[in-house]
């Protein structure tokens, strides 16, 4: 029987059968799965959390990131970008008893800020491998997940594109996780377009993003019922 854990809009989890492997885009894979059998998700708390432009403040001519630049409009500096980082992850560590196994994350620049949120205390602990794709979005945001090695190993990774025409969003992104019971976890981590353009321009590109998870939901179920 297959599990499904459906967090709206954020984080979708599905367990089931195997899907062909991918490569990611120019991220560090991070640590490698233990030697040891993988620790039990049972009892363990899964976050999706919406970072709020998680950026550097390095000009990316390839991101609408001018705001955040220690000239820009919020005067983004150093030591700004480090105190967000340190905010993160205690919010994320006060999720739970422990650190989080599985954390989506939204609203994010690049994987270089990835790198530097799983090297901040008290997250720097928890052997966190980076899953990310640079999406096309407009903005320079993408999605992401971070996998503590302990409780699961990536098996797949693939970006999701969704069709919006002459518009861009950012990718939905795919990860299968295998588990420490031998069953395969399937992971949508979503950041689907905003409504702020109103019901009549927004429905229309939000469904496009619900018919990719939806198309890839089926592929899956088709191999394992």
């Not at 120019?26 to 640590?31: L, T």
């Not at 983004?76 to 105190?83: S, V």
């Not at 994010?108 to 990835?114: D, R």
């Amino acid at each position: 029987m297959a599990l499904r854990l459906f967090l709206p809009l954020a984080l979708t989890a599905l367990a089931c059968g195997p899907v062909p492997a991918h490569e990611d885009v120019g991220v560090p894979p991070g640590p490698a799965a233990p030697d040891r059998p993988l620790k039990p998700l049972a009892g363990q708390v899964i976050v999706s959390y919406n970072v709020e432009n998680l950026f550097d403040t390095l000009d990316d001519p390839r991101t609408n990131d001018d705001d955040f630049l220690p000239n820009g409009k919020l005067h983004w500096t150093g030591e700004r970008y480090r105190h967000k980082l340190r905010q993160l992850a205690r919010a994320i560590a006060w999720t739970g008893t422990e650190l989080p196994p599985i954390v989506g994350l939204t609203e994010v620049e690049n994987g270089a800020v990835l790198a530097d949120l799983v090297r901040t205390k008290p997250l720097d602990q928890g052997g966190y491998q980076v899953v990310h794709f640079d999406s096309p979005d407009e903005r320079g945001i993408d999605v992401a997940l971070l996998v503590r090695a302990a409780y699961a190993s990536v098996l797949a990774k693939e970006p999701l594109a969704v069709p919006l025409g002459s518009d861009r969003t950012r990718d939905v992104l795919y990860v299968e996780l295998g588990l420490a019971s031998g069953a395969r976890l399937h992971v949508f981590q979503d950041h689907w377009p905003s409504r702020r353009e109103g019901a009549a321009e927004s429905e229309p590109k939000r469904l496009a993003a619900a018919r990719v998870v939806r198309d890839k939901v089926d592929a899956i179920l088709a191999k394992d019922p």
